[in-house]
């Protein structure tokens, strides 16, 4: 059973399909959600194997609170944090400065890496406090991507991967503005085997 952080459980679905035929024999358990209640369910003691969580953090601390296998924790994955909109051209820094028109989507970022990443782009851009009374807040990035699929919000931040699939999807490249690195600390996702589990 795998506890899989939201922005990445549409990959680890087409990776499940490929490792499900090599190996008849295992099936896999897909648990999505965002990285803080999956967090929260481990320390609870959900019987989970795997943790992909979309940060570094929450690995870090299980493997120092003896939950997680020492020398298990690795980097699968790095984010990249954007600006997004599936109705407005031509993002960029200028172009949420001067928005007024309505809610700004952001990821919790008490729960969600990518919440606490917009949060530090917005600091860094000295938005946060500006715009705070517009934030319209996901539990995770992919509820946030609905927000603004429904018009819920018009512009928001989101990761980088949900926005090429979406625009696979729909057979267009929607609007986006890649947020630069300098402005929030490196995403980096770690998996991490847990300490409990029998299929080590």
């Known amino acids: 059973t795998i506890a899989c952080a939201s922005n990445f459980t549409a990959t680890l679905n087409k990776i499940s399909a490929v490792f499900e035929k090599k190996f008849h024999n295992i099936k896999l358990v897909?648990?999505?959600?965002?990285?803080?209640?999956?967090?929260?369910?481990?320390?609870?003691?959900?019987?989970?194997?795997?943790?992909?969580?979309?940060?570094?953090?929450?690995?870090?601390?299980?493997?120092?609170?003896?939950?997680?296998?020492?020398?298990?924790?690795?980097?699968?994955?790095?984010?990249?944090?954007?600006?997004?909109?599936?109705?407005?051209?031509?993002?960029?820094k200028q172009k949420l400065m001067s928005y007024t028109a309505?809610?700004?989507?952001?990821?919790?970022?008490?729960?969600?890496?990518y919440g606490e990443a917009a949060k530090q782009a917005l600091t860094t851009m000295r938005l946060w406090d500006k715009l705070k009374s517009r934030y319209i807040y996901g539990k995770n990035v992919s509820q946030t991507f609905s927000f603004l699929k429904?018009?819920?919000?018009?512009?928001?931040?989101?990761?980088?991967?949900?926005?090429?699939?979406?625009?696979?999807?729909?057979?267009?490249?929607s609007h986006y503005?890649?947020?630069?690195?300098?402005?929030?600390?490196?995403?980096?996702?770690?998996?991490?085997?847990?300490?409990h589990s029998k299929h080590t």
């Open 30 to 92: 897909i648990v999505s959600g965002s990285t803080g209640s999956l967090y929260a369910r481990i320390i609870n003691h959900a019987p989970y194997d795997l943790f992909l969580s979309a940060d570094e953090k929450r690995p870090l601390y299980l493997v120092r609170d003896k939950r997680a296998v020492r020398g298990s924790r690795t980097t699968y994955a790095q984010g990249q944090l954007v600006l997004w909109s599936a109705y407005i051209i031509g993002l960029n």
């Open 102 to 113: 309505g809610k700004i989507a952001i990821s919790d970022p008490k729960l969600a890496p």
């Open 150 to 173: 429904t018009k819920n919000a018009m512009l928001g931040f989101v990761d980088l991967s949900q926005v090429l699939r979406y625009g696979q999807r729909v057979g267009k490249l």
């Open 177 to 195: 503005w890649l947020v630069p690195e300098s402005y929030y600390l490196p995403i980096k996702q770690q998996c991490v085997l847990l300490s």
